[in-house]
């Protein structure tokens, strides 16, 4: 098994642009969740998503923040506008059954918003 | 809310001492907890859990409940432990602390 598969590696973009961030989890992985790494903040849970429901969204900062599950293959995290303060990396996890066996997580995407 | 509170965000320790990274979480219940790593351009990934009670990389973390506590340990630190360490707790979802960057000093 490849992993987690989330592309691209690296985005930079202009400040107002759409960015859609990617992910691939691992198969029969049931859980699929988007974290957000900032040097201040660390690690923050944006969204899981459970069998391709959105479960808990609490940690969307913002309308401008969406994400979609639309199979148990692919799921994409996207930003519309974006802004500087949206610069971070963001990795993309899967689990089999909801974190007993622990997290797989991806290489994340690094985006820098200018 | 489910809290994990990791105080140091930078620590450095020489080469060949003892390493202590801490971690306290908010208490509930029996929490299940985990430690992460992220090497150097590297993916997280974990590192230990303490239902298991193993000894990853020379690293243990014993739960404590009374201080609510799941500090992480290496009796002697080496070079390629340089890395990102976070604390993670379980509840529905995995909570992390705001990590702890680790230098081992040659």
């Known amino acids: 098994d490849a992993g987690v598969i989330q592309s691209p590696r690296h985005e930079v973009t202009e400040m107002g642009q759409e960015v859609t961030l990617r992910c691939k989890p691992i198969?029969?992985?049931?859980?699929l969740f988007w974290y957000r790494q900032t040097m201040m903040r660390g690690l923050e849970l944006l969204i899981y998503?459970?069998?391709?429901?959105?479960?808990?969204d609490s940690g969307m900062p913002e309308d401008r923040f969406s994400a979609k599950m639309p199979n148990a293959s692919f799921s994409t995290l996207k930003i519309q506008p974006s802004e500087p303060r949206d610069s971070a990396v963001y990795f993309c996890?899967?689990?089999?059954?909801?974190?007993?066996?622990?997290?797989?997580f991806g290489s994340g995407t690094r985006l820098t918003v200018v | 809310a489910q809290r994990v509170t990791q105080p140091e965000k930078l620590l450095s320790v020489f080469k060949g001492a003892p390493v202590e990274l801490k971690c306290n979480y908010s208490?509930?219940?029996?929490?299940?907890l985990f430690w992460y790593v992220q090497y150097s351009r590297q993916r997280l990934q974990l590192l230990l859990r303490?239902?298991s009670r193993e000894s990853i990389k020379g690293f243990t973390a014993d739960l404590n409940k009374g201080e609510t506590s799941f500090h992480l340990k290496k009796p002697f630190a080496q070079e390629e432990d340089s890395a990102m360490y976070y604390c993670?707790?379980?509840?529905?979802?995995?909570?992390f602390g705001t990590g702890t960057r680790l230098t081992i000093i040659p």
């Open positions: 996890a899967s689990s089999p059954d909801g974190g007993g066996e622990g997290y797989t």
């Open positions: 198969s029969g992985h049931d859980y």
């Open positions: 998503f459970n069998n391709n429901v959105p479960i808990d």
């Open positions: 208490y509930s219940g029996s929490p299940e």
């Open positions: 303490h239902i």
């Open positions: 993670a707790r379980l509840n529905e979802k995995l909570t």
